[in-house]
T-cell receptor
Framework: NAGVMQNPRHLVRRRGQEARLRCSPM?????VYWYRQLPEEGLKFMVY????????ESGMPKERFSAEFPKEGPSILRIQQVVRGDSAAYFC??????????????FGEGSRLTVL | SQQGEEDPQALSIQEGENATMNCSYK?????LQWYRQNSGRGLVHLIL?????REKHSGRLRVTLDTSKKSSSLLITASRAADTASYFC?????????????FGKGTKLSVKP
C-alpha cells in the first residue's frame, strides 16, 4: 500500500519558467492538500482539494499559482513564471474520506524546487 | 499569523534521557497534533489530542493539552538516536477547513548516542 507519491523530488527552474509538481494520494484517499515549507520554517497551508473541486485555497498566492485534482490522475500544483522566492519544499498530503475535522494527514516526501 | 509556536527551538540530549517540547497556540482549537520530520523528508503524524482530552499516550510519547493556557507538551521518554528530528505541533481552529493545519516552526531535537 504505497504512501503519498510526489514527483519530481527535486526540480530546478530558471526565473520565468513554469514548475509543475505532481501528487498521487494514498489509495482510498480522496482529499489532497498542498503545503509549502521554507528553510528552517514550519509548513504553510496552500490549498485543499477533492476530486475536481477546490475546497479551500485560502493559502494560495493570488497570482501565478494554481492547483487541480482531476477526476483521473494526480493532483498538480502549477507555478507560472517562477521567481527566486518560490524556492521551497512543496509537500502534498492526503486523507481518507470521512475524517472531517480530525485533521490527521499523510504526507509525501516533498518536491524541492530551486529557482536559479 | 503563526498559530503554533514550539519551544525550545533546538534541544540536544543524550540517548536515554527524556525530551520535552512545548507548543503554544492563539485561538480555540478542535484538536492539536504533533508531527515529526526527519531531515529532508516528509512529515509523519505522531499523535492527536482532542480539545476535551488532557493527556494522551502512545508508546514512548506522552502529550498533554491545557486549553486554559493554550499550550501542549510532547514528552519523549528514553530517547534514542533515531528520535533525532524536528517536531512540529499543528492545530485546526474552529471553523477551519479540514486539513488547513497551522504549523509552528518546530523544535529541532538532537539525540546523541
Amino acid at each position: 500500500n504505497a504512501g503519498v507519491m510526489q514527483n519530481p523530488r527535486h526540480l530546478v527552474r530558471r526565473r520565468g519558467q513554469e514548475a509543475r509538481l505532481r501528487c498521487s494520494p494514498m489509495k482510498g484517499h480522496s482529499h489532497v492538500y498542498w503545503y509549502r515549507q521554507l528553510p528552517e520554517e514550519g509548513l504553510k497551508f496552500m490549498v485543499y482539494l477533492q476530486k475536481e473541486n477546490i475546497i479551500d485555497e485560502s493559502g494560495m498566492p493570488k497570482e501565478r499559482f494554481s492547483a487541480e485534482f482531476p477526476k483521473e490522475g494526480p493532483s498538480i500544483l502549477r507555478i507560472q513564471q517562477v521567481v527566486r522566492g518560490d524556492s521551497a519544499a512543496y509537500f502534498c498530503a492526503s486523507s481518507p474520506i470521512g475524517t472531517e475535522n480530525t485533521g490527521e494527514l499523510f504526507f509525501g516526501e516533498g518536491s524541492r524546487l530551486t529557482v536559479l | 499569523s503563526q498559530q503554533g509556536e514550539e519551544d525550545p527551538q533546538a534541544l540536544s540530549i543524550q540517548e536515554g534521557e527524556n525530551a520535552t517540547m512545548n507548543c503554544s497556540y492563539k485561538t480555540s482549537i478542535n484538536n492539536l497534533q504533533w508531527y515529526r520530520q526527519n531531515s529532508g523528508r516528509g512529515l509523519v503524524h505522531l499523535i492527536l489530542i482532542r480539545s476535551n482530552e488532557r493527556e494522551k499516550h502512545s508508546g514512548r510519547l506522552r502529550v498533554t493539552l491545557d486549553t486554559s493556557k493554550k499550550s501542549s507538551s510532547l514528552l519523549i521518554t528514553a530517547s534514542r538516536a533515531a528520535d533525532t528530528a524536528s517536531y512540529f505541533c499543528a492545530t485546526v481552529g474552529y471553523g477551519g477547513s479540514q486539513g488547513n493545519l497551522i504549523f509552528g516552526k518546530g523544535t529541532k531535537l538532537s539525540v546523541k548516542p
